[in-house]
């Protein structure tokens, strides 16, 4: 059952996302990030705001704070509560490649699918732990409480919905519907015309796209006010209710017309793919390429062209940004182009080749993924296994006291990972952020900000069991938040902090120690087949290649297999020492025996200082004259705790210097790889082509001139690209000059390479004719 709740919030974002497919730039996990955002983040922001505001005025209204709830949750928390929806997307904007790139229809995107985590949020607040009030229906099941019953449609029939909502107020369309989600997609077209537009109208247009959606939030909140005075007043917002499953289409469709107008004329010099050109019209040939052969060819396409309207925004904006993406545009264009002509002669594979059962027990044995599993185990089972009817009781029994005992610390582990998580991600934001598209930086970002929602979460829920407060109890009351932390209990929080660690899954798997060699073989082979697919073979040559150098080429080239071998286990080794160097710093490192010890020095130091500091002030002296005794010691404290704070801070210092040491190590050894991987592909080429010299030379030597001006031309073509090659792996080049000036020249040696060819095989064609001529006619050309 908590299972068709999620299918329902995040089927209601992808039916969004494929509509908007037609202007947006952010990838699909972009935009499901969003979502865990507004899950893990927003709710429980939103609640402490409500939770600080209504306990500050209830006394100074002399009202009950129940009561100051009841009436603010049709007049003040909906503006709240659709301000802090927006509030992630507002933060976004603050980076100026987001504003540059993203369109109007990236932010009703990502705007609704915040929405759809804050919906989410609140009903497995309210309902994910309910699943012993659920009763099996025709079409899903219903909660049934002493208030009344709700409505947890199905499946299936949440799949053939527009925009269903996990658990619905009753049986009509209006009330399945995701409302959270139609509010913010129209709050997000609101942000998109405060930030992008940025004119007098399209501000007011925003502000009143905003008051709109808030009224109606308001209105949906009236179910207490009964014929009341606001009854008569919220009347005319009534007929926004059978509005709200046009709205969302109606902001994207005003996303698409003001992205069209942003970015004007300038898709007339976007870099094409080859179907675009051989098409009759764009459309139709990035549609026929999309579609070509699924599912690979619509995510390669997708991903150019989300790209390539990037690189659009950015060129009418008129930044120096655009000529570096400029570049990358072309090459992927380029990229792409190559895998579908590879993909129409050549099926891809349905499973990755690397992914074998071997390379997946070895995933499974590593400590990172087992911690990783372990901690998501809980999570699995109450919302998973324990989320249906027929195992309800299964949450029941995880509330156990007894079981609790084991659970806790799990949970104070999974905290820990997510924690560890969150600031590598922060880590990497710099990075990322450096990143010509700003998709990759806007991932890592709504990461970090779920990892901080999920940790604080689950902190606040681990803190109410250790006050006393059972796990079955309420962790809150009388808060608003559509009622949903009045029913969340601290082993649902707990349970809901630790599935976010199904967000920040370990660090990328280490290579195989067992596969090192094979695989770096491999590659080669690979790297230079492929390398020498994309050049013309030499043709014979009459130059005999003593055996020497062939045999000295095959030596060079088990050499370099073997360098590169022992470079890729440095790597593995780099990277797990690098792994343990993080594990340490940042669970193991703060909590050492030797850093607890200074930093309980510094506690002591500290309290002896401020004692010593109030017995000195209350001893006045004159401050030209000799300190007292008691100032001295004070001075004797204070330097003390200074001492054990500095003490404290080296130790901590060494540790981030280790963690730093091994970051370079990693960093190194990939290099090192990247250099050895170069050498093997050269030196494979280098023994094909002696190889190929010495099967040449025992072969018939041309009789033409013409044929051995081709075959010397074809030579001298080869060596020159062997040149250029060797100067793209040199590291003496920074600026890629040289390579530049080597590929310049391989390119002119196979023109005049392929000049010399059709010539030869012009002048062959003509002996072929004569003799044809002279067999049959005995016609015999002039001797010159």
């Known amino acids: 059952m908590v299972i068709s709740i999620v299918v329902a919030y995040t089927w ?19 935009v499901y990030a969003a979502l865990a955002v507004g899950l893990y983040l927003l709710v429980p922001l939103t609640v402490v705001l409500q939770a600080s505001w209504t306990g500050l005025f209830a006394p100074l209204l002399g009202m009950s704070a129940p009561e100051l709830v009841r009436i603010a949750s049709h007049t003040f928390d909906p503006f709240l509560e659709e301000l802090m929806k927006l509030l992630p997307l507002a933060l976004l904007l603050l980076v100026p490649t987001f504003r540059r790139q993203w369109s109007f229809t990236d932010l009703v995107l990502i705007g609704a699918s915040v929405g759809a985590g804050f919906g989410l949020a609140e009903d497995i607040y309210r309902f994910g732990g309910s699943a012993d009030h659920a009763e099996s229906i025709d079409g899903g099941w219903a909660l049934v409480f002493s208030q009344g019953s709700l409505l947890v449609p199905s499946i299936g029939k949440t799949l053939t919905s527009w925009l269903p909502i996990g658990v619905a107020g009753g049986s009509s369309d209006i009330a399945r519907l995701n409302v959270h989600l139609v509010w913010s997609a129209v709050g997000g077209l609101a942000v998109g015309l405060t930030v992008l537009s940025r004119t007098k109208a399209a501000r007011w247009t925003a502000l009143g796209l905003l008051v709109c959606i808030s009224l109606d939030h308001a209105a949906g909140n009236m179910t207490d006010i009964g014929d009341s005075w606001l009854a008569f007043l919220s009347w005319p917002l009534g007929a926004l209710v059978h509005l709200r499953g046009f709205m969302p289409i109606a902001a994207l469709a005003a996303a698409l017309w003001l992205d069209r107008q942003r970015q004007g004329n300038h898709h007339a010099l976007d870099p094409l793919l080859k179907a675009e050109q051989s098409a009759s019209s764009r459309l139709k040939g990035i549609l026929g390429a999309a579609f070509s052969r699924l599912p690979w060819s619509l995510i390669s396409v997708d991903r150019f062209v989300r790209m390539r309207r990037a690189f659009r925004a950015e060129r009418t904006a008129d930044t120096a940004q655009a000529t570096t993406l400029n570049a990358l545009i072309v090459n992927e264009r380029d990229r792409v182009d190559r895998e579908l002509a590879h993909m129409q002669s050549e099926a891809p594979a349905l499973w990755p080749p690397g992914l074998t059962l071997a390379s997946l027990r070895f995933a499974l044995r590593r400590p990172t993924v087992i911690i990783w599993l372990v901690i998501l185990t809980p999570s699995v089972l109450w919302f998973v296994v324990g989320g249906w009817p027929q195992t309800a009781r299964l949450q029941d029994f995880m509330t156990q006291p007894v079981v609790w005992m084991v659970l806790f610390p799990i949970t104070v582990l999974a905290q820990a990972w997510i924690s560890w998580r969150t600031i590598a991600g922060l880590r990497s934001l710099p990075l990322a952020r450096e990143v010509s598209i700003g998709d990759d930086a806007a991932f890592v970002g709504l990461r970090i900000a779920c990892g901080i929602g999920a940790v604080s979460l689950g902190t606040f829920s681990l803190l109410r069991m250790v006050d006393g407060v059972t796990p079955g109890s309420s962790i809150l ?26 967000f920040a899954p ?24 492929n390398s020498n697919a994309n050049r013309s073979n030499p043709s014979p040559s009459n130059n005999q290649t003593p055996p020497d150098e062939a045999a000295a080429a095959r030596a060079r080239a088990d050499a370099a297999a073997a360098d590169l071998a022992a470079a890729q286990q440095r790597r593995a080794q780099a990277q797990r020492d690098l792994e343990s160097a993080e594990i340490k710093q940042a669970n193991e490192g703060r909590t050492a025996p030797e850093i607890a010890d200074a930093q309980e020095r510094v506690r002591a130091a500290n309290d002896a200082a401020d004692a010593a500091d109030i017995a000195a002030s209350d001893d006045f002296t004159d401050p030209w004259g000799e300190k007292s005794p008691e100032r001295l010691a004070a001075d004797e404290s204070r330097d003390a705790a200074r001492d054990a704070k500095a003490q404290r801070d080296e130790l901590v210092e060494k540790l981030d210097a280790e963690a730093e040491a091994a970051k370079a190590a990693e960093k190194q050894a990939n290099a090192d790889v990247m250099e050895a991987e170069g050498k093997v592909e050269l030196a494979k ?15 018939p030597k041309a009789v033409n001139p013409a044929d051995a001006a081709a075959d010397n031309a074809a030579k001298a073509a080869a060596d020159a690209q062997q040149q250029a090659d060797r100067a793209f792996y040199a590291t003496g080049d920074p600026d890629g000059t040289k390579y530049r000036e080597a590929l310049e020249a391989a390119k002119q040696a196979q023109q005049q390479a392929d000049a010399a060819r059709a010539a030869a095989d012009a002048a062959k064609t003509a002996r072929e004719t004569d003799a044809a001529r002279s067999s049959s006619t005995g016609w015999k050309p002039d001797k010159p």
Do not use: E, K
């Open 506 to 529: 370990p660090p990328p798997s280490l290579d195989l120690p067992d596969q090192a060699t094979g695989a770096s073989a491999g590659g080669a082979s690979a790297g230079t087949s």
């Open 12 to 30: 209601s974002v992808l039916q969004l996302i494929i509509l908007g497919s037609l202007a947006r730039t952010v990838r699909i996990r972009t």
């Open 477 to 502: 009351a009388s808060l608003h938040a559509q009622g949903a932390a009045n029913r969340l209990t601290p082993d649902g929080g707990a349970m809901v902090g630790n599935s976010a660690g199904a």
């Open 685 to 699: 080429a280098d023994v094909d082509a002696q190889a190929q010299t010495a099967r040449t030379a025992t072969a």
